[in-house]
């Protein structure tokens, strides 16, 4: 069962003046059923102009504080869906 905790919040003006709203959620999952240890993930929601896109990068680490840390400079950075899974995985690659 997957849950999700909503971590960051935030608007963002874009060039022609419409505002785009960014939600960081950080995600929790049991891998398997009697699994003690959950893994933890990412999940960004971009809201702009009635429509919402979402990604999501499941798995991340069993390190709750680690995959928080990648979540508050994702939403310093304001990174939308788009580019979740490809900053992640430089982010993982480089370890940061």
Do not use: W
């Not at 060039?15 to 398997?32: P, S």
């Not at 979540?71 to 580019?83: A, G, N, R, S």
């Amino acid at each position: 069962m997957k849950q999700l905790q909503l971590l960051y919040s935030g608007e963002v003006r874009l060039e022609d003046d419409r505002r785009m709203k960014l939600d960081y959620c950080l995600t929790k999952e049991l891998a398997q059923t009697g699994q003690a240890e959950p893994y933890y993930g990412i999940r960004i929601t971009k809201h702009l102009d009635n429509q919402v896109e979402t990604e999501e990068v499941c798995g991340i680490s069993y390190s709750k504080d680690t995959v928080v840390s990648i979540i508050k400079k994702l939403f310093q950075y304001e990174v939308t869906p788009i580019h979740l899974v490809e900053i992640v995985d430089d982010m993982i690659t480089i370890g940061i």
